[in-house]
């Protein structure tokens, strides 16, 4: 998986991988048998109800009507666990990490028709909105009942949805009975059973690996700025306090045991110390700066090159 900055090195021989598309990017899952037919079908019905609730890409999803106007919504089903990984990584980044970065994606040209083409020349600080400024009852969201909009905002779930997805899909092949596989959504890697050895791609030259970990029964998601990158250094990493692209941290990766809460330790890595990561999270992580310095967990299973 080179798609962001990780790689499977080594893996159980096992029928052909089930290879796929979906939320704008690659699916490979390794089994020890066969996916059949109806859980191929389970699992992309569960990422289609996924896409049209979380999609700011989708013409028909709950995140685009939201940014179209004001009103009265109801909580997805799935979203508690989305909601409290996203307070806790608002709470340790000091508001670094947040789902209200959509506004400030689309001027700076991350847009629903990935013009890559900023509003402005120069992008400006933008001011990134906070639960309380978006519904009248905060309360109503962490209940999962209807909420009422207060204006329209652009959510963007891309700091942790993509590993939370990635854990639903994990639960489809968990409840079918599979005790041997590895889903990878080019950047977000969950292994099931016995490890297998993961290259962590160099930020600068995916030709070369920074380091290699041992997987086994969790899961480690990367993140880098030279991925989703356009422009004089416009990225996807978007810091919430300014509403601007970070420019210290290039390249992050995070162990967890769910890959929700390694998709979004991933992010909080271009903000946050690795140890207050770990404290709050228990989850491990690397991060190395545009300068070349290199920081990880002590506790980070893995072996490092740089």
């Given at each position: 998986m080179s798609g962001e900055a990780v790689a499977p090195t080594s893996a159980p021989r096992g029928p052909e991988p089930y290879v796929f598309d979906a939320i704008g990017t690659r699916w490979q899952i390794d089994t020890d048998r066969e996916v059949p037919t109806a859980l191929r079908q389970a699992i992309a019905a569960r990422i289609d109800q996924f896409d049209r609730d979380y999609s700011r890409f989708r013409e028909d999803s709950l995140v685009t009507r939201l940014?179209?106007?004001?009103?009265?919504?109801?909580?997805?089903?799935?979203?508690?666990?989305?909601?409290?990984?996203?307070?806790?990584?608002?709470?340790?980044?000091?508001?670094?990490?947040?789902?209200?970065?959509?506004?400030?994606?689309?001027?700076?040209?991350?847009?629903?028709?990935?013009?890559?083409?900023?509003?402005?020349?120069?992008?400006?600080?933008?001011?990134?909105?906070?639960?309380?400024?978006?519904?009248?009852?905060?309360?109503?969201?962490?209940?999962?009942?209807?909420?009422?909009?207060?204006?329209?905002?652009?959510?963007?779930?891309?700091?942790?949805?993509?590993?939370?997805?990635?854990?639903?899909?994990?639960?489809?092949?968990?409840?079918?009975?599979?005790?041997?596989?590895?889903?990878?959504?080019?950047?977000?890697?969950?292994?099931?059973?016995?490890?297998?050895?993961?290259?962590?791609?160099?930020?600068?030259?995916?030709?070369?690996?920074?380091?290699?970990?041992?997987?086994?029964?969790?899961?480690?998601?990367a993140s880098a700025t030279n991925r989703r990158a356009w422009g004089n250094g416009l990225h996807h990493v978007i810091d919430g306090r300014t509403g601007l692209p970070t420019p210290q941290v290039a390249a992050t990766w995070a162990l967890a045991a769910d890959a929700r809460t390694a998709d979004g330790v991933a992010t909080a890595l271009f903000f946050t110390d690795p140890s207050a990561l770990r404290e709050e999270f228990g989850a491990d992580g690397v991060r190395i700066f545009s300068s070349g310095r290199l920081e990880r967990t002590p506790t980070f299973q893995g072996e490092i090159f740089v």
């Open positions: 940014a179209r106007s004001a009103g009265a919504y109801r909580v997805p089903a799935d979203a508690q666990p989305l909601i409290e990984v996203y307070e806790r990584l608002y709470r340790v980044t000091s508001g670094a990490v947040t789902p209200f970065v959509g506004d400030a994606l689309v001027s700076l040209g991350y847009d629903a028709q990935y013009s890559l083409v900023p509003a402005a020349a120069e992008p400006a600080p933008s001011t990134v909105l906070r639960l309380a400024d978006v519904v009248d009852d905060t309360s109503a969201v962490r209940a999962g009942s209807v909420v009422h909009t207060t204006r329209p905002v652009t959510v963007d779930v891309g700091a942790a949805g993509k590993g939370y997805l990635v854990d639903l899909v994990v639960a489809l092949l968990d409840d079918a009975g599979f005790d041997s596989f590895t889903v990878d959504a080019s950047g977000d890697l969950f292994r099931r059973g016995a490890p297998i050895r993961v290259a962590l791609e160099h930020p600068y030259d995916p030709s070369k690996a920074v380091g290699v970990v041992e997987l086994g029964d969790a899961a480690l998601c």
